[in-house]
Nanobody, 117 residues
Framework: QEQLLQSGGGWVQAGGSLRLSCVASGSIVNINFMGWHRQAPGKQRELVARITSGGNTYYADSVKGRFTISGDNAKHTVYLQMNSLKPEDTAVYYC???????????WGQGTQVTVSS
């Protein structure tokens, strides 16, 4: 069964830290990139951070310097360390694994992150 399983998240006060984890089932192979997206109430889902199989990273401007993405491509695992959290980081966070050929995206089930002021 092809699936991504997320863990982590929860509630934290502003300035605090949380860590998200995402692991893919063994049937998901040849992944080219892993990333995290988030969706706040009433807003579109947005890319937060991404890491390629070559180790290149991308961060949204809103999280640069506060969030760190890391991953183990061989183990199909990706993490998101979130520091100095702000109330505007409150959202449901989704991990996403992608393959460019044949093209296929995989999504995690989502996990709630709530940051109180």
């Amino acid at each position: 069964q092809e699936q991504l399983l997320q863990s982590g998240g929860g509630w934290v006060q502003a300035g605090g830290s949380l860590r998200l984890s995402c692991v893919a089932s063994g049937s998901i192979v040849n992944i080219n990139f892993m990333g995290w997206h988030r969706q706040a109430p009433g807003k579109q889902r947005e890319l937060v951070a991404r890491i390629t199989s070559g180790g290149n990273t991308y961060y949204a401007d809103s999280v640069k310097g506060r969030f760190t993405i890391s991953g183990d491509n061989a183990k199909h695992t990706v993490y998101l360390q979130m520091n100095s959290l702000k109330p505007e980081d409150t959202a449901v966070y989704y991990c996403k694994f992608g393959r460019t050929y044949p093209a296929r995206d995989y999504w995690g089930q989502g996990t709630q992150v709530t940051v109180s002021s």
